[in-house]
């Protein structure tokens, strides 16, 4: 949808709406562990290994914990879907008195990546000690899914992901008992389309060259929180003129620069550029989680530029400049 917006140096802006999905959950403990994916926000939630020992008392002295992540699968068409930075983490053990605590273990990596065979604990140092029969060893994890870049090419679906967990224990260096206990890992995630835009709010803008020094010296203007804009993804705001002159005369619009910048925070000016009827990137900018950004708007004309601008007839003199906003 295009929509056009007049300034005293005529501006109209054309809005380009792009896709944000945005999707809002949380599930605690199922088994499976059912995950509705937000794309802003991403999405935890926890799920638990337990075994119960059926043998008779056993000492060990060495214990190792593996993840196995299979692929993530749309259950509709089967496409494998990769999702970066799925994270899995080790909160906390409980059960029976010989349940080991945390900080027994010689933890390799926690959290580790849910992709492929991953190693959380690969040690004990609790020292020489037993479980008996009937002991239940109860492990915590929460799971981490990232919103944001990583779903950006991500479609609608609900895809599942097996996930096991295998724990050896042993005596001495020798891990002689393994077991391992499948579970899996179900992501609904649907797409609510929003409107990315970009708003104009200094609507009339008046660059006026009304005395001497404004002739010698060039003049500037700030419109504070110019432009406003919401979109989810890394973005661009370019901008460009329908002529090479301004209306009705052989001004060159070049004689006017132009810069959009904000806080750090919102991204990047590309610093000031003369004005064209090249599209030119002006702002480079991060996303905004669906919430609005204001940016400010510089015009310049220079001191050089101005001495030029004597030589035409002194009335208003006005040009078409259009606004694009659009991914990176």
Do not use: C
Not at 29 to 38: E, G, Q, V
Not at 51 to 71: C, D, H, P
Not at 108 to 131: C, E, M, S
Not at 143 to 163: A, C, F, Q, T
Request: hydrophobic share 35%; net charge neutral.
């Amino acid at each position: 949808m295009k929509n056009r917006i007049i300034v005293t140096i005529i501006i109209f802006v054309i809005l380009a709406l792009y896709n944000i999905e945005q999707i809002s959950a949380q599930n605690n403990r199922p088994d499976p562990l059912i995950l509705n994916l937000d794309e802003n926000s991403g999405v935890k939630g926890k799920i638990y290994y337990t075994k119960t020992f059926n043998e008779l008392s056993f000492y060990y002295r060495n214990i190792t914990l593996e993840v196995i992540a299979g692929n993530l699968v749309n259950e509709i068409n089967g496409a494998i879907v990769n999702i970066p930075n799925k994270k899995i983490k080790l909160l906390n053990t409980s059960g029976s008195r010989s349940t080991p605590s945390m900080n027994e273990f010689n933890f390799v990596a926690n959290p580790v990546q849910l992709n492929g065979i991953q190693t959380i604990i690969g040690g004990y140092k609790g020292g020489f000690t037993n479980y008996s029969r009937g002991d239940t060893w109860t492990f915590e994890f929460e799971v981490e899914m990232e919103g944001g870049e990583n779903l950006k090419n991500v479609p609608s679906g609900r895809y599942s992901m097996d996930l096991t967990f295998r724990l050896a224990i042993g005596f001495g260096w020798f891990l002689s008992d393994s077991y391992e206990s499948r579970s899996n890992l179900i992501i609904n995630y649907n797409k609510l389309e929003l409107a990315n835009e970009i708003v104009i709010n200094a609507q009339q803008i008046s660059l006026a060259l009304a005395s001497v020094d404004d002739y010698t010296g060039g003049i500037s203007k700030t419109y504070n929180n110019g432009i406003s804009v919401t979109y989810n993804t890394g973005y661009k705001v370019n901008v460009h003129t329908t002529n090479e002159v301004f209306n009705n005369s052989t001004i060159p619009v070049k004689v006017v620069g132009m810069k959009i910048d904000g806080s750090p925070a919102f991204g990047s000016s590309r610093g000031i550029k003369p004005l064209s009827t090249n599209s030119t990137t002006l702002f480079q900018g991060v996303g905004t989680g669906g919430k609005t950004r204001n940016l400010d708007v510089h015009y310049y004309i220079t001191a050089e530029n101005a001495k030029k601008l004597l030589t035409y007839d002194p009335k208003e003199y006005e040009t078409t400049l259009i606004y694009t906003l659009s991914p990176q």
